[in-house]
C-alpha cells in the first residue's frame, strides 16, 4: 500500500510517499511544495492545489495523512496554516483517498518514540526507517514520518480486525 504523508505549510508543504506492506516499509519519493510569498493568498493556495494533484496523479498513494495543525502565537498565522491544511485534506479526498489526521507529538511518538522529538532526531529516525531516503528538508522528512506514523497505524488497525 502506498502512503502519501503531508506536513501542511503556506510557504512549503512536505510530502512524502512510502511503500507499506506488513511491517516494512519503503522510501518511494518526498519533496516540498512551494508558494511565491509575494502572491496574493488565493494565488498561493490554487498553486498547493495544482501541486499536491501532480504528486497524486504520479505516485497514485492508497491512503493519505496530514499533521494537525497547533494554534501559533500570532492568530493570523494560525489562520493561513489552517487554508494551506485545507488544501493539503481537499487534495487527497477529491482523490479518492481516506485521509488520516495526527497531531505533531503523536507522529514524533510514533516514528522517534518520544513526543517531544526536534527536526534532527526526525530526519534521523526517518532515514534509519527508510534505508535510502534522503528528505528534500525538514518538510519533507516530516511527511515521510507522518507517512510513517499512518502505516503503523493502518497496520494495527489491520490487525485488530482480524483479530
Known sequence: MRVMGIDPGLGTMGWGIIEASGSRMAHIANGACRTGTKDSLAARLMDLHGQLTDIILRYAP???????????????????LGQARGIALLVPAQAGLTVGEYSPNAVKKCVVGVGHADKKQIDHMVRMQLPGADPEGPDAADALAIAICHAVHMRGSNARAVA
Not at 66 to 73: G, H, M, P, S
Open 62 to 80: 492508497d491512503a493519505a495523512a496530514v499533521e494537525k495543525t497547533f494554534v501559533n502565537r500570532d492568530g493570523a498565522g494560525t489562520l493561513k
